[in-house]
């Protein structure tokens, strides 16, 4: 069962399904296309499948609860579907419009420089530091995508509508944040594939409607694409996509999906006999080495805090949310909500127990839902929460964690007190 497998091995398995399942879908949109189907009216089917299907799922995961908190709550209902939509359906149309235009080669180069502008983004939304390797790492995989799709030729650019490069490159901006946001931001990911999806018709509905509202007639083959981006690209893919990202460093994730064209390439050729060249496998190489680079790097990604800044000595600070994204401690759960984070810090043990007492006095008297506890709290995180803690921590036998759920500079301004109080002595 998927559900005893270690976090992170689950979420590998996670984002390997989402990276396939997501490079079919210039595929299906290829199959709407010959047959003369539009576009809006196409899109406006796949959703109306999407969203009583994403309801479904909810209701399987036996989710309705938080899915009745956030319909009770329409401003964090609007805030998670709209990045959602933002993050995935926004990118389909901009590209959609956008090779009216300029060439589909054009489009992709611009738009596959979404994980290096999300660098921007690390830093502010996640505070996570961003270091030359993954720049390097990342650039590296980006130059692979721009060779194999333009041949090196800077030709592609020559004529191109300017407007149109000045839109794909916000709209890549727009789905930049977004994506990041959604990772900084802690929901419930079975109501969130709803709330994506039920945003995403509305707009789709509009468009279909101002696009003339024609149904079109419908084959076995556009009927199975329709079915593949209702449930597998609308719902499968970000489900898997979303849930692996928040748990496996950024860039990381970023980097490996550099490889979506080549795979897109190579189901081209096994299912519509588009040839291969043997350029292409430069995408592949150029993102393994990018992966490989990001291995040897331990500093990008790390959480920066503002106090590590001002003092060599003080505690690395780590962001270890991704260990309790479906957990089922309900104190946990409920100060990761939103914008609540998980930090953490390694102390030696015998430490811990010496300011034990003065870290409970100062959660008392910050008056506000904040959950402090440690690696060794008995049964109160699962085995496999803590392995993957331990993972992260890289914790020895003499070491404690302690851990603080809830709002992130409430967390700092706690881990400020206890490395006051460890200098002290």
Request: charged fraction near 15%; aromatic fraction near 14%.
């Given at each position: 069962?998927?559900?005893?497998?270690?976090?992170?091995?689950?979420?590998?398995?996670?984002?390997?399904?989402?990276?396939?399942?997501?490079?079919?879908?210039?595929?299906?949109?290829?199959?709407?296309?010959d047959n003369g189907i539009s576009i809006?009216?196409?899109?406006?089917?796949?959703?109306?499948?999407?969203?009583?299907?994403?309801?479904?799922?909810?209701?399987?995961?036996?989710?309705?609860?938080?899915?009745?908190?956030?319909?009770?709550?329409?401003?964090?209902?609007?805030?998670?579907?709209?990045?959602?939509?933002?993050?995935?359906?926004?990118?389909?149309?901009?590209?959609?419009?956008?090779?009216?235009?300029?060439?589909?080669?054009?489009?992709?180069?611009?738009?596959?420089?979404?994980?290096?502008?999300?660098?921007?983004?690390?830093?502010?939304?996640?505070?996570?530091?961003?270091?030359?390797?993954?720049?390097?790492?990342?650039?590296?995989?980006?130059?692979?995508?721009?060779?194999?799709?333009?041949?090196?030729?800077?030709?592609?650019?020559?004529?191109?509508?300017?407007?149109?490069?000045v839109f794909l490159v916000f709209m890549?901006?727009?789905?930049?944040?977004?994506?990041?946001?959604?990772?900084?931001?802690?929901?419930?990911?079975?109501?969130?594939?709803?709330?994506?999806?039920?945003?995403?018709?509305?707009?789709?509905?509009?468009?279909?409607?101002?696009?003339?509202?024609?149904?079109?007639?419908?084959?076995?083959?556009?009927?199975?694409?329709?079915?593949?981006?209702?449930?597998?690209?609308?719902?499968?893919?970000?489900?898997?996509?979303?849930?692996?990202?928040?748990?496996?460093?950024?860039?990381?994730?970023?980097?490996?999906?550099?490889?979506?064209?080549?795979?897109?390439?190579?189901?081209?050729?096994?299912?519509?006999?588009?040839?291969?060249?043997?350029?292409?496998?430069?995408?592949?190489?150029?993102?393994?080495?990018?992966?490989?680079?990001?291995?040897?790097?331990?500093?990008?990604?790390?959480?920066?805090?503002?106090?590590?800044?001002?003092?060599?000595?003080?505690?690395?600070?780590?962001?270890?949310?991704?260990?309790?994204?479906?957990?089922?401690?309900?104190?946990?759960?409920?100060?990761?909500?939103?914008?609540?984070?998980?930090?953490?810090?390694?102390?030696?043990?015998?430490?811990?127990?010496?300011?034990?007492?003065?870290?409970?006095?100062?959660?008392?008297?910050?008056?506000?839902?904040?959950?402090?506890?440690?690696?060794?709290?008995?049964?109160?995180?699962?085995?496999?929460?803590?392995?993957?803690?331990?993972?992260?921590?890289?914790?020895?036998?003499?070491?404690?964690?302690?851990?603080?759920?809830?709002?992130?500079?409430?967390?700092?301004?706690?881990?400020?007190?206890?490395?006051?109080?460890?200098?002290?002595?």
């Amino acid at each position: 069962m998927i559900n005893l497998m270690q976090i992170k091995l689950r979420a590998y398995l996670f984002i390997t399904f989402s990276l396939v399942g997501g490079a079919l879908f210039p595929l299906a949109l290829k199959v709407a296309d010959d047959n003369g189907i539009s576009i809006f009216a196409f899109m406006f089917l796949a959703y109306l499948i999407a969203a009583p299907a994403s309801l479904l799922l909810v209701l399987i995961r036996k989710k309705a609860a938080k899915l009745k908190g956030y319909l009770m709550n329409p401003r964090e209902f609007l805030l998670i579907g709209t990045m959602g939509f933002l993050s995935v359906a926004f990118a389909d149309y901009g590209l959609i419009y956008a090779e009216q235009f300029v060439s589909a080669s054009l489009a992709t180069v611009i738009y596959r420089m979404q994980p290096l502008l999300m660098l921007f983004f690390l830093p502010i939304l996640l505070k996570e530091k961003v270091s030359k390797i993954q720049i390097a790492a990342l650039a590296i995989a980006f130059a692979g995508i721009y060779i194999a799709l333009t041949g090196g030729s800077f030709s592609i650019f020559s004529g191109a509508n300017e407007s149109t490069i000045v839109f794909l490159v916000f709209m890549t901006l727009i789905v930049s944040f977004a994506t990041v946001f959604l990772k900084r931001y802690t929901s419930d990911m079975e109501s969130s594939m709803f709330m994506f999806n039920i945003i995403a018709l509305a707009i789709a509905s509009f468009l279909f409607i101002y696009s003339g509202a024609a149904f079109p007639a419908l084959n076995s083959g556009t009927f199975a694409a329709l079915l593949y981006i209702g449930i597998i690209a609308n719902i499968a893919v970000p489900f898997f996509y979303y849930s692996a990202f928040r748990v496996l460093k950024t860039t990381f994730v970023t980097n490996l999906y550099f490889l979506s064209p080549f795979i897109t390439i190579l189901f081209a050729g096994m299912l519509l006999n588009e040839p291969i060249y043997s350029y292409y496998l430069i995408i592949a190489v150029l993102v393994a080495v990018g992966i490989f680079i990001q291995r040897l790097d331990k500093k990008g990604g790390t959480y920066a805090s503002r106090s590590s800044k001002a003092a060599e000595n003080y505690l690395q600070i780590f962001d270890i949310t991704s260990a309790f994204i479906n957990t089922r401690v309900g104190a946990i759960d409920t100060t990761m909500h939103g914008s609540g984070r998980v930090l953490a810090v390694k102390l030696d043990s015998k430490s811990y127990k010496r300011i034990k007492e003065e870290i409970r006095k100062e959660v008392e008297g910050i008056g506000r839902p904040l959950f402090i506890y440690t690696n060794s709290d008995g049964q109160l995180v699962s085995e496999e929460e803590n392995k993957f803690i331990s993972d992260i921590l890289d914790v020895r036998e003499n070491e404690t964690v302690l851990m603080s759920a809830g709002n992130p500079e409430e967390s700092e301004r706690l881990f400020d007190v206890v490395n006051s109080r460890l200098l002290r002595d």
